[in-house]
């Protein structure tokens, strides 16, 4: 039995807190690691570099610290499937929204441990034709953006790409920061590498930006979220599928038209 079929069983006879931990660079084993998210797997982790290798110490506290966090969560309340459902059926009526005095410009994801998920959630739900760029900073293991991208490409018409520093972002398109870069967006659209999520959000609702905060029932790891919430930075906190809609009624699409 592989590892990710031994993941589809636990999940569904006894829903445990399931860290995948991959000592393979090769592509096609990755994505298989990501594929055990869609089963409900929290989280996919870098085996450590081994003893007296370059980068010991770092790799090995980024698993205890992951561990550790998973380990926090006593049962796992979000599936992929039923995210996608949700957000399907989700009314796009979300109250108290803001009225856009133009054409939305930039949606700006920023997501941590437990996160993959819900970014495919929100991507998968969004039609082909969304009028704005979307960037994610999603923090990631070294050797695992390519085959995060790959895995969010096989649901949606929106395609995924790890953009070059000076890339123009387009319409439609979903930009993923590179390992160990934040992002932001220069003048005339073009993408730049360097921010603290909490912070940034909090300076871009400061100028205007309508700034959503995932909601702690729908969080497995309530930590960037939660720090968005305590520095006032969200406008809004909201379910995955409340944020898909959000979005829609943001920039004027209908969900489900392709």
């Avoid at 592989?2 to 000592?23: D, F």
């Avoid at 070059?164 to 590179?178: D, S, T």
């Avoid at 160990?180 to 590498?193: D, E, T, Y």
Wanted: charged share 20%.
């Amino acid at each position: 039995m592989s590892g990710l079929e031994a993941a589809r069983r636990i999940m569904e006879t006894l829903p445990s807190p399931i860290v995948v931990v991959s000592g393979s660079h090769q592509p096609k084993d990755l994505e298989e690691s990501f594929q055990a998210l869609d089963s409900g797997v929290l989280a996919v982790a870098q085996m450590p570099n081994g003893i007296g290798r370059p980068y010991h110490e770092k790799t090995t506290q980024e698993l205890i610290r992951t561990l550790k966090l998973m380990s926090k969560v006593k049962l796992v309340r979000r599936w992929t499937r039923s995210l996608h459902r949700e957000a399907a059926s989700a009314s796009p009526e979300i109250p108290d929204l803001p009225q856009l005095p133009g054409e939305i410009d930039i949606v700006a994801i920023g997501a941590s441990t437990g996160s993959p998920p819900v970014v495919k959630t929100v991507r998968a739900s969004l039609p082909g034709s969304f009028p704005a760029p979307i960037l994610v900073v999603q923090h990631m293991s070294e050797g695992f953006t390519g085959p995060f991208v790959d895995w969010l490409n096989q649901s949606s018409p929106l395609p995924v790409h790890v953009p070059k520093n000076g890339e123009q972002a387009l319409p439609g398109h979903v930009y993923v920061a590179p390992e160990a870069f934040h992002m932001s967006v220069k003048p005339m659209g073009r993408i730049s590498f360097s921010g603290d999520g909490a912070q940034e959000l909090k300076l871009m609702k400061d100028k205007g930006a309508t700034a959503i905060a995932q909601d702690e029932a729908s969080s497995v790891i309530f930590g960037i979220p939660g720090e968005a919430i305590r520095l006032h930075a969200a406008a809004y906190v909201l379910s995955p599928a409340k944020i898909v809609a959000a979005l829609a009624v943001l920039a004027n699409v209908k969900l489900g038209n392709g």
